[in-house]
């Protein structure tokens, strides 16, 4: 069990630049967003095993404060995973924890508390702390009198004497002297050699070289490299490049310069002692462009990141860990190394040594220093100059503080106008939320006379027409066409490609023509829209199945099988998972769809897949997207297609997929059929950002006006309307209400197309829903049919984790899980009371298929009634490991032990 595992971690600041931009912002005077987003961390993902020391790395305001902060639990990550495990001691920025008018006794006592010890613990180890901290009387007197070595020398005493499992230090020695340097040294290769984790954050790469047994590099809040620090150059070869400079012929001619110790006849104090580490790092500069990584301080290499670095060529010489973009899958499968590409870089290559005074903060020249300040500014991925202009703001000094805390104080007044206007507009709202428990009314008593769905059949075969929606794309089919036509002939079965153009002005269809004879093309005179575009397609269609592509898709080889094959009578489309063409940007978008009414309004999402293995071959999905998935044709225009009610853009496919769940049929996602989406490549040419913000939010209430029939929710929608029409104009401006307003306008229309719905439901709002809030519940029918010659599959959940020795309840199961063993495959779900517990799980691990421990923290909740045990075992953590398990594996039987775990019960499982 690792120390420490951080997964796609990200922590974002919003940026201003100008004094009213913020005013002008939170006023709503502006649909744009006048901030702009500042990433200090971004997908940095690393674990860490017990008793590793490691260094963090880095020039100035790539991130390594930000992670410790995090990692300390003094800073909340924007997204992003990150768990420690143990008790955490972090000596952090010079003075943190400490009250200037306590004295350092008082301090003493104030930090051990804070770090979880009892005071009389903390008494015990005073006297320690005292010796080692060497301060004296001025122990009794107020910490404001210390120096910043004084301060430093009892930070680290009190850091380092409450036995810490992990020990955070971020560049707190460098105030000290050399000989408490030495002395803090020390004390931490005792911690290290007693097992301690140890993350150090320093600039000082000779201290990473010997102290270190892996090191971290960020750049621009990335991690660039992770490796081992190289213990085994030769000290000869260290000084002699301190100097030299690299030739055409790839050599390094160093210059003689005297020892260190003759030098501007001083002695090597510490400073000097600094300049020699830096020189034997340094002198290997010539080392780093043949893709040895970073040399003396990094033995093992990742590839870097296609902003920061230009690609070098095959056989560069990379070493070690493998590099996987953002969504990839794990191990790749040959027709996916496409997802590895990285796009060409204009930059010159770099120099020989630039990676080194990249990571030091430094440039060796002018021309060095506009390098890199190109490399900062190309790492974000919100805009070229952002990182730079940070840096400009912190270098002003305090202004830009002054102008946050100056902004933040308008926050209040603009939530008060805010919410002024959502109390002018409120009875308009009333009167919409009357209209729409009117017309549901109606439409539930006018139920019964819709007809139920027809008896579903499955595709006669597995032949399928692909159409891809083209308006004004010619410069995205020469990527698209070419991919599509090779997955066609990998498989073998006579598909069939339709290219739809929806009007196009821009020689679209002379060049589908001219270059893909073998294309079928369908030409329409004016651009009718997604919907209807694709609508005509599929009435053009051929076959059975209907391949909706757009035209900024790239598909992989193996696409089509994945998809045809998930279609039997039930099902009425299957989608593809989806990944973005850039490996930069944040994937928005995965395939995997869900939602979740929540407060009168309806949540979407893509489901997070980062890291996910995948042990079946289809999945439930909310929806499928119109422009990476299968439909069966059948039922596609059984249900009238998309609706046109949605034109010009989005919604549409959700809205028809919702409708197919209600009916009866059912939506699946297929992660084996990967497609690369260039994200609105089209939408963003035709519409700016403010217009699609209110397309987006109109199309949605359209779908809540149009399918959902379920009275508590319609009811839960009118209630918490004014109170939606506040929050999302506070979260996203006022254009939400240009959206809102949009839709109201048009409610006649909404109603129309719900009344123009044949087909009666065979499932409510309630069921769809539940189904997605608890997924293993939809192969609760597979599971029923199951049988089979294998051993029994077993869940086990308990409250307390089955071992010998403390817990009596705990030892007898430990005893009934090793008899049943030999008889049955296990999985074991179990709380931990305490972290050393996990000492434990050892013993459990070759009894079972898998065992997953999760420390037991009780939720807070009201407490309105008498106290319930299952309250303080029913957390979020366990149920979506349990949700996870259950999607992934069917099992046939559901162990519950103590009766704290019946909150966990769910009879539409179908285990028993």
Known sequence: MPAVRVAHLSKKYQIYHRRWDKLAEVLGLSRDRHHQEFWALEDVSFEIEPGQSVGVIGPNGSGKSTLLQILGGIMRQTRGDCFVEGKVSALLELGSGFNPEFTGRENVFMNGAILGLSTSEIAR???????????GDFMNQPVKTYSSGMFMRLSFAVAVNVDPDILLVDEALAVGDLVFQHRCMHRMNRLRASGRTIVLVTHDLGAVSKFCTRALLLDCGRLIEDGKPDAGRPRGSCGAGRSGRRHADGASHPEHRPPLRQRRGRAPGRGAARRHADSQVRGLRGRVDDGAGLGPVLGQRRPPHPRLHPPRPAGGGNLGLQHRPRGALPPPAPQRAGRDQRLPDPRPPRRAGELLDLARGRARGPAQARHVRLDRQRAGVHGPDRRARLRNAEARGPGPELRRRFLTMLDLPRRLILAFLTLLITPFVAMLGAMLLFFNFVYRVTRPARRPAPAPEAPRDRRATIVILNWNGRQLLPECL????????????????????????????????????EVRLLELADNLGFAEGNNAGVAAASHDIVILLNNDMAVDAGFIAPLVEGFSSRTFAVSSQVFLQDPAARREETGKTSARFRRGMIDYTHVDLAGRSFARRYYPTLWAGGGSSAFDRRKFLQLGGFDPLYSPVYVEDTDLCYRAWRVGWEVLFAPESVVHHKHRASSNRRFKRAELEAIIRRNQLFFLWKNVRDWKFVAAHVFFLPWNCYRL?????????????????????????????????????????????????????????????????????????????????????FHLLRRLSGRYRITL????????????????????????????????????????????????????????????????????????????????????
């Open 729 to 813: 104009a506070r979260d996203h401006g006022l254009t939400v209400w240009r959206g809102l307003g949009e839709a109201a306008a048009r409610l006649g229309e909404v109603e129309i197309a719900r009344f123009s719905q044949g087909l009666r439901g065979a499932r409510s709002d309630r069921d769809v829903f539940e189904l997605f809030a608890r997924p293993g519940r939809f192969f609760a029918p597979d599971r029923r049919a199951r049988g089979g010659a294998e051993p029994p599959r077993v869940l086990w959940l308990t409250a307390y984790l089955p071992h010998v020795g403390r817990h009596a309840g705990a030892g007898r199961m």
């Open 125 to 135: 180890r005073f006297d320690a702390i005292a010796r080692f901290a060497e301060i």
């Open 829 to 912: 779900l179990s709380f931990l009371e305490s972290d050393d517990e996990r000492q434990f799980l050892a013993e459990l691990e070759p009894l079972c298929e898998r065992v997953i421990a999760l420390r037991r923290i009780p939720p807070r909740r009201l407490q309105l009634f008498a106290y319930e045990p299952f309250e303080e075992f029913r957390t979020a953590e366990m149920e979506r490991a349990l949700d996870l398990l259950l999607e992934e594996h069917d099992f046939d039987l559901i162990q519950l032990e103590y009766s704290q775990m019946a909150c966990y019960a769910d009879p539409r499982l179908g285990i028993p």
């Open 482 to 517: 070419p991919s599509v036509i090779e997955a066609v002939r990998c498989d073998g079965r006579g598909h069939e490609i339709l290219v739809v153009d929806n009007g196009s002005e821009d020689g679209s269809v002379e060049y589908v023509r001219s270059a893909f004879p």
